[in-house]
T-cell receptor, first 110, second 115 residues
């Protein structure tokens, strides 16, 4: 059974600092890894999807890397802003389903 | 373009009552999913539908039933609600044939409290 872990559970940084969010998974036989953002009381918004054959994916200030062999992914958010405050979840895709981590709640202080 | 919509947004039930959570998507996606999210845990898959007319169990299907009414709609039914089913329920959809390779698009969620 795939286990997905996100550490730390919460993170607080001053505005302008780069954010580094970690995700680890136990089974390297994955199709892809996805990063989502969740605002309080809202649904999930997809940020980046990395296919298993890729090493990284970039969108604007966001960059996600994937190391299948070590079972790790990292989401980098450059020059954080208060609007980046949210919970970030990673999810590993294996065949028909996504297995989610519990998320890292980020607070960016102005 | 509404994306994925869910009704109701919030519901309070008494133990033993039944209810149906509704989900609809307007993106012509083949696959639809129901998840539940509990505090301190990731989302867990309850049921999914790879295409119209098919449904399959996910990780935590006990106590739930689903219906893929047509390509747009996928409902989740609680026949006899229990306090352990207090949770936030999310519906999602994706293109493709029910595999996790595509981006999933999520609805805003239904918050369910069972007393």
């Amino acid at each position: 059974k795939q286990e997905v872990t996100q550490i730390p559970a919460a993170l607080s940084v001053p505005e302008g600092e780069n954010l580094v969010l970690n995700c680890s998974f136990t089974d390297s036989a994955i199709y892809n890894l996805q990063w989502f953002r969740q605002d309080p009381g809202k649904g999930l918004t997809s940020l980046l999807l990395i296919q298993s054959s890729q090493r990284e994916q970039t969108s604007g200030r966001l960059n996600a890397s994937l190391d299948k062999s070590s079972g790790r992914s990292t989401l980098y958010i450059a020059a954080s802003q208060p609007g980046d405050s949210a919970t970030y979840l990673c999810a590993v895709g294996d065949d028909y389903k996504l297995s989610f981590g519990a998320g890292t709640t980020v607070t960016v202080r102005a | 373009n509404a994306g994925v919509t869910q009704t109701p947004k919030f519901q309070v039930l008494k133990t033993g009552q039944s209810m149906t959570l509704q989900c609809a998507q307007d993106m012509n996606h083949n696959s639809m999913y129901w998840y539940r999210q509990d505090p301190g845990m990731g989302l867990r898959l309850i049921y999914y539908s790879a295409s119209e007319g098919t449904t399959d169990k996910g990780e935590v299907p006990n106590g739930y039933n689903v219906s893929r009414l047509n390509k747009r709609e996928f409902s989740l039914r609680l026949e006899s609600a229990a306090p352990s089913q207090t949770s936030v329920y999310f519906c999602a959809s994706s293109d493709g044939a029910g595999r996790s390779r595509e981006t999933q698009y999520f609805g805003p969620g239904t918050r369910l409290l069972v007393l």
